[in-house]
């Protein structure tokens, strides 16, 4: 149980288009879906805490017009590069929590802006 | 603020031997929950044990096990009999309890040598 998946797993854009990656959690209903970066060799970054049928909450530094998040079921988070740069080329991970503690997470997406 | 530390960038071990990971926090708070995730060349975040930290004895999961330290805030992951399957990147992770807020330590990439 607790499976997480992601949609695409790898997505290459020109600069200035936009990009939107899915987030579904596929067993459980989660009211709580989280977005995560992850840059090459280094740790996961929270970038937001999406909340179903709310604004997302978004970490300090992080451009909530850059980063469109929508969490329109319980099972569906979405998030959208806006206008991207290749800075923002990474590895995009998303979480969700069912009825515990735990966060079980997606496979992740590679984005490549170039 | 929370901290978790890696002090551990790079471990190997060979096939069927035991590993300690280890890894530290800093809190003031009580309650809160521990984490070791796993992440294979996959990129796929697996969780591979947690801890409440109200639970004095040491969680374990097969071969994976913990040594919960509260007063030293210490979290080290035991593996034992380790298969060359356990070649991955592993986090450790803190939250505290009613947040959602996972943070990550830096790290510990182990290979596991035949």
């Known amino acids: 149980g607790a499976v997480v998946s992601q949609h695409p797993s790898r997505v290459i854009c020109k600069s200035g288009t936009s990009v939107k990656i899915e987030c579904r959690s596929l067993?459980?209903?989660?009211?709580?879906m989280f977005w995560y970066r992850q840059f090459p060799k280094k740790s996961l970054m929270l970038m937001a805490t999406?909340?179903?049928?709310?604004?997302?909450?978004?970490e300090q530094g992080v451009e909530k017009d850059k980063f469109l998040i929508n969490h329109a079921s319980l099972t569906l988070s979405t998030l959208t590069v806006t206008s991207a740069h290749p800075e923002d080329s990474s590895f995009y991970i998303c979480s969700a929590r069912p009825d515990t503690d735990t966060q079980y997470f997606g496979p992740g997406t590679r984005l490549t802006v170039l | 603020a929370q901290t978790v530390t890696q002090s551990q960038p790079e471990m190997s071990v060979q096939e069927a031997e035991t590993v300690t990971l280890s890894c530290t926090y800093d809190?003031?708070?009580?309650?809160?929950?521990l984490f070791w995730y796993k992440q294979p060349p996959s990129r796929q975040m697996i969780l591979v044990i947690r801890q409440e930290a109200y639970k004095q004895q040491n969680a374990t999961e097969n071969r994976f096990s913990v040594n919960f330290q509260k007063a030293a805030k210490s979290f080290s992951l035991k593996i034992s009999d380790s298969q060359l399957g356990d070649t991955a990147m592993y986090f450790c992770?803190?939250?505290?309890?009613?947040?959602?807020?996972?943070?990550f330590g830096t790290g510990t990439r182990l290979q596991v040598f035949p």
């Open positions: 992770a803190f939250m505290k309890q009613d947040t959602d807020k996972l943070i």
């Open positions: 809190t003031s708070e009580n309650n809160y929950y």
């Open positions: 067993d459980f209903q989660a009211t709580t």
């Open positions: 999406s909340n179903e049928g709310s604004k997302a909450t978004y």
